[in-house]
């Protein structure tokens, strides 16, 4: 993906995460979700965690050019099947669970876990 740069996660200053960069204005909803899990006292952690959950698909969205008002529940099919058939960089493919499937890929966390 060639829009890694233009949106990002940054420390915020009225709430711990917050989605930034030139784009970021396209997803308002993001910073609105992470400001009520602030509110209702989530642990800083854990609103990163969803927060980089988050930017991974808008960053998504933006290289399929999906607008956010028109995801439906397909189009979080084809993310959370994108991110199981998608190799991390930086990730050896080398890494094997005791079943034998390879550990390049997102977490079943990561994929099971609505934010």
Request: proline share 5%; hydrophobic share 35%.
């Amino acid at each position: 993906m060639t829009n890694q740069q233009t949106l990002r996660l940054e420390a915020g200053t009225d709430v711990a995460w917050m989605l930034s960069g030139p784009n970021a204005d396209n997803y308002p909803l993001v910073n609105q979700y992470l400001g009520y899990l602030a509110d209702r006292n989530y642990s800083p952690r854990t609103l990163r965690a969803y927060g980089y959950d988050l930017l991974a698909f808008c960053r998504w969205l933006e290289f399929r050019n999906c607008d956010l008002e028109s995801v439906t529940a397909n189009t979080v099919l084809d993310f959370m099947r994108h991110c199981r058939e998608t190799s991390i960089e930086g990730r050896p493919a080398n890494v094997l669970s005791m079943t034998g499937k390879r550990l390049d890929h997102y977490s079943a966390t990561t994929i099971n876990s609505p934010p």
